[in-house]
């Protein structure tokens, strides 16, 4: 490639870090120095309740707004362009499911204005709006439709990760704007409930959509987290999609103090038995694989345009369809 890691805008469509106050976000810096420039950090998941995941936000805002040198809370593409300008890495916000609501539409437009540009419709299990992919596979709701209709009038990022089979198409046809996979991998690689069949992701793709790498172990693999195997992944991601509906979304965990163990044993409903969350010490592929992910797109012989894309340019297209401007 002419370009540098360092002049390409690099998107990662989704953070691992758990939702909570008392996360200590300068673990934010494994994504900067490692080159990424657009970063989307998850504030709340469907165990979390309405207050538990605005506590969340509120303490991530204040903390990205005190920490001005070195991260930029974005809400345009412009901001994100001003941080890669300035050595910044960009966040804004999403949230994994639509628990967070409460029940109450409104609360669309109140998260869009504290800086949430991208949301889940479940997580793993179903809620009022959804199915979740651990759970019995349905439509959308009707609260579900209305959510949609706001989040497109908003200027949201629809996301269908961890959401049931007949969830994701129903969002995918009936979605103004294109829907991603912020986090997502072929089951056709990987056979597991949180990955996604083949026809998903043409779907998504034929509607203008983008499918993110997810470098979680135990959806790569048995526990795999090796550059070869995430390559396999994106390699089918591209076959099936083509390489302009393909981007990144790690679902990174850095090491972090939460004990994400006494999460699950406290909710195990959300992971249940047989998906291999029980996995000791599962592993995490993250931004510092974008190296050899270049190296494997260079070898496979995809152009430069190609893999700038697959980097962050086919996002930062989505979001350019989805956002207010």
């Given amino acids: 490639m002419t370009k540098t890691l360092q002049e390409i805008l690099v998107w990662d469509a989704h ?16 994504w900067r120095k490692d080159g990424v420039n657009y970063l989307s950090v998850n504030v709340g998941f469907d165990v979390m309740s309405r207050d538990e995941t605005l506590a969340t936000l509120a303490a991530y805002r204040r903390w990205l707004l005190a920490h001005s040198d070195r ?35 409104n609360m669309v437009e109140v998260y869009h204005t504290l ?16 199915g979740g992919c651990h759970d019995v596979d349905i439509t959308l709701t009707e609260f579900g439709i209305d959510i949609l209709t706001e989040m497109n009038r908003v200027g949201m990022i629809v996301d269908a990760s961890h959401t049931s089979y007949r969830t994701s198409m129903d969002l995918i046809e009936r979605s103004r704007t294109p829907v991603v996979f912020s986090h997502s991998n072929p089951t056709s690689v990987w056979l597991h409930q949180r990955n996604i069949k083949d026809e998903q992701i043409k779907a998504c793709a034929a509607k203008g959509g983008v499918i993110g790498l997810n470098g979680l172990a135990i ?35 850095p090491d972090v103090s939460v004990d994400l163990g006494a999460i699950l ?59 207010i401007h």
């Fill in 115 to 130: 800086g949430v540009r991208q949301m889940l419709f479940a997580y793993n299990l179903n809620n009022l709006a959804a």
């Fill in 265 to 323: 044993r406290a909710r195990p409903d959300y992971w249940p038995k047989g998906q291999q969350y029980d996995t000791p010490n599962i592993e995490h592929a993250g931004p510092s694989k974008i190296p050899d992910l270049v190296k494997g797109m260079q070898a496979r012989g995809l152009s430069e345009s190609e893999i700038g894309g697959i980097l962050g340019g086919n996002f930062t297209r989505v979001a350019h369809a989805s956002w």
């Fill in 15 to 30: 953070a691992g870090l758990f939702p909570s106050p008392d996360m200590d976000l300068n673990i934010l810096e494994d």
């Fill in 71 to 105: 991260f930029l809370l974005a809400g345009n593409l412009a901001d994100i362009d001003h941080a890669h300008r300035t050595g910044r890495l960009a966040i804004s916000f999403d949230i994994e499911g639509m628990n967070a609501l409460g029940g109450d539409i």
């Fill in 219 to 253: 959806f790569v693999g048995n526990n795999d987290s090796t550059s070869e195997s995430l390559l396999i992944h994106l390699f089918r991601l591209i076959d099936l999609a083509g390489p302009a509906h393909v981007g990144l979304g790690f679902d990174y965990t």
